[in-house]
């Protein structure tokens, strides 16, 4: 196959389309799976179920008989076509550019293609992209499908594809067309992040830095004892961190699902990093990280947290080898954001720590949040 040609969305195994794997009893699946672990996150609209260990080769068993699709990339494709149930493949693109409407458009047009109908179970196999985009496609696709997603990134496991925030990117703002809508179930299997490319997996550690950073101070102290061996991809400490990650989010997410109050706070370093990835090539992952380090020190400013924190979270950040620091004109930054600024009027949510593993949010004025940016350069 000419992967050339796979500039955009396509499909495969067209013919297996009226297929259905054959499907593993629930029950079996969960007595030889010792050690996996379920989270289950309960909200007004249903409870999604985190698997966390889980395996990809099991997927087939959480699937309702009939009709499914998947929506992935070629990554996954390369590494995992053979184990995937024999359902019709939409592979999408790659990247931040491809988290668009052109992309939905284009999946939407092979759902039709393919006779998607309210009964068809979408599922999102990949990381942070392909989850928030095929999340959106089947929360509004015929007013919603019923979908889920099997987690490939050490960042989609302890955040992206938790939460059932899902959308893609509008013009220059970030995530700005979506929705809440929370996956039936979140497969999320260590073993799949052996192939990841090693920075995207370095920059999983930037939420798994931030959940700790908001809200759990023994699984930051865990991080700070624990981080050569996690880098290691020990089998252990990373299921825990996973399992940790996931458990503080989901706590958040129960209480506010809709992000009008307590869920801001996983927005922690993120106001930048949505300026920085408008601006450089880093990865989502690293542009949070140096946005912690920004949101930290900002808090250091107004006097909420002490000097030692700041440093506590930098130099976790550093010996997970992300960047804490841009190498970018401090007028550049201050004027994307100005720019980037969504709804807020002339003031913005800033997310801050008073200490290690509690947050707050602050509205700041946009003029004074501009004159302590000036201070920090
Ligand atoms: N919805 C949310 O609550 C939420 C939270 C955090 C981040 N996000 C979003 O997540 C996105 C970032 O996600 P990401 O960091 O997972 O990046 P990604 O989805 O771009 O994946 C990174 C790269 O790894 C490849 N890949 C994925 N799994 C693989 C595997 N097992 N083996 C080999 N290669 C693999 C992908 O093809 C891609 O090239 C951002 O768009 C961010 O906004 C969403
Ligand atoms: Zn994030």
Partial sequence: MDMGLWATTCILYPAACSMQPETSNLKSIANYLNSMKTIDIKTDSKVSKILIGEKLQNLAGYLPPGKAMIITDENILKYYGDALPAFPVIVMGQGEKSKTLE????????????????????????????????????????????????????????????????????????????????????????????????????????????????????LFEYLENNHEAALEMEDAILEKIVYESVRIKAGIVEKDEKETGERRKLNFGHTFAHTIENLTDMLHGEAVSVGMVFAARLSERLGFLDGKGVIRIEELLRNFRLPVALNLDADKVINAMKKDKKREGDAIHVVMLDRIGHAFTREIEYKQLEELLYDLR
């Fill in 103 to 218: 992309t939905l458009h284009e999946i939407f047009d092979m759902l039709l293609k393919y006779e998607a109908d309210r009964s068809t179970f979408i599922i999102g196999i990949g990381g942070g992209i392909v989850c928030d985009v095929a999340g959106f496609a089947a929360s509004v696709y015929m007013r919603g499908l019923r979908f889920g997603f099997v987690s490939t990134t050490l960042l989609s496991q302890v955040d992206a594809s938790v939460g059932g925030k899902n959308g893609v990117n509008f013009r220059r703002y970030k995530n700005m067309i979506g929705a809440f809508s929370q996956p039936e179930f979140v497969i999320c299997d260590g073993k799949m992040l052996a192939t990841l490319d090693p920075v995207e997996f370095r920059a999983g550690f930037a939420e798994v830095v931030k959940a700790a950073a908001i809200s759990n101070t023994s």
